[in-house]
Every structure is written in C-alpha cells, then in structure tokens.
C-alpha cells in the first residue's frame, strides 16, 4: 500500500484495540496503547499506537493525537530504558509500504539496542509469549 489509502477496520491494530485479538500489554492511558511487538527485531521492542484514530501513518494522524501519541511514545521509552538497560533505542515510525509499513493503522516502535548486538529482520521470527509476558511486566514496572 502507498500512502493513499482508506482506513481498514479490519486491520490487527484495530482489533487488538478492540479486544478482538490478543496482545501483550505494556500501558495504556485514555490515548495510547502500548504492547510488544510479536515479531521483535530487538529484546523489548514495544509499539504505541493511538486509541482513538483511523489515521493508517503519521501524515494522516490529527494535530491534537501527534502530541498525546509522542507523550505516550515517551513515556514507555523512558520505562524500556529504566527496565532494560539498553545502550541505545531506536524509535521509529513507517509511512507506506516502500517504507517498511506493514500494518496500516498509526504506530511507532521503540527498539533497545545493545553494543554489539545486531538488529534483527523487521517482522520476522514470532517471540515466546511467556517471555514476552516477562518483559511487559519489567517495562509496565517501570511506567513513571
Ligand atoms: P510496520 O512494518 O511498521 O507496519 O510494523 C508493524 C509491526 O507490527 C511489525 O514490527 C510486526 O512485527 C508487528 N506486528 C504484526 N502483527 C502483530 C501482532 N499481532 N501483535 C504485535 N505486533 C505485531
């Protein structure tokens, strides 16, 4: 998909949202939704999404959900960092396919990244989700 598009209800995020499928869960406030990435490139790679949005990327997305969205993007950053102690993270964002984009409703990703440890492929090789359930729980611990 391009960036011209029409919002699809049907999309994972969506339903994710609306309880319609599983996720695991990091934070959430009357804006954002925060969960693991089930296809992580990095231990502890989380996404925020935007509750209340049928933006599919960042252009489409209203002024006013920019600035709770990065809050929120933010504040689960800081609780990676706090929980996880990486060297770095990567916080990123696709708009399109060409770009990366696989899933068409609005989400950032905040990837930790340590010395010496390579990224992994983007979307590629499930997660354990006990493991996963672990790592929400330490990062979630770590909400300020
Ligand atoms: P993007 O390629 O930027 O659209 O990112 C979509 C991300 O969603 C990828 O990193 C996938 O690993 C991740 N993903 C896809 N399906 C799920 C799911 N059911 N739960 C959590 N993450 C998912």
């Given at each position: 998909?391009?960036?011209d598009?029409?919002?699809?209800p049907?999309n994972?995020?969506?339903?994710?949202?609306?309880?319609?499928?599983?996720?695991?869960?990091?934070?959430?406030?009357?804006?954002?939704?925060?969960?693991?990435?089930?296809?992580?490139?990095?231990?502890?790679?989380?996404?925020?999404?935007?509750?209340?949005?049928?933006?599919?990327?960042?252009?489409?997305?209203?002024?006013?959900?920019?600035?709770?969205?990065?809050e929120?993007?933010?504040?689960?950053?800081k609780?990676?960092?706090?929980?996880?102690?990486?060297d770095?993270?990567v916080?990123?964002?696709?708009?399109?396919?060409?770009?990366?984009?696989?899933v068409?409703?609005?989400?950032?990703?905040?990837?930790?990244?340590?010395?010496?440890?390579?990224?992994?492929?983007?979307?590629?090789?499930?997660?354990?989700?006990?493991?996963?359930?672990?790592?929400?729980?330490?990062?979630?611990?770590?909400?300020?």
């Amino acid at each position: 998909m391009s960036l011209d598009g029409t919002y699809d209800p049907g999309n994972i995020f969506a339903r994710i949202l609306r309880g319609e499928m599983p996720s695991v869960r990091v934070f959430e406030d009357d804006h954002v939704l925060a969960f693991m990435d089930v296809f992580p490139q990095a231990r502890g790679h989380t996404l925020v999404i935007p509750k209340h949005s049928t933006a599919r990327n960042f252009l489409e997305e209203t002024p006013e959900n920019i600035g709770p969205l990065m809050e929120g993007v933010q504040r689960v950053a800081k609780a990676v960092r706090a929980a996880l102690n990486p060297d770095g993270i990567v916080i990123t964002q696709f708009n399109g396919s060409p770009a990366g984009q696989t899933v068409y409703h609005l989400h950032v990703h905040i990837i930790p990244r340590w010395e010496g440890v390579a990224l992994g492929r983007h979307g590629e090789g499930m997660a354990d989700v006990e493991e996963l359930k672990g790592l929400a729980a330490q990062i979630s611990a770590k909400i300020a």
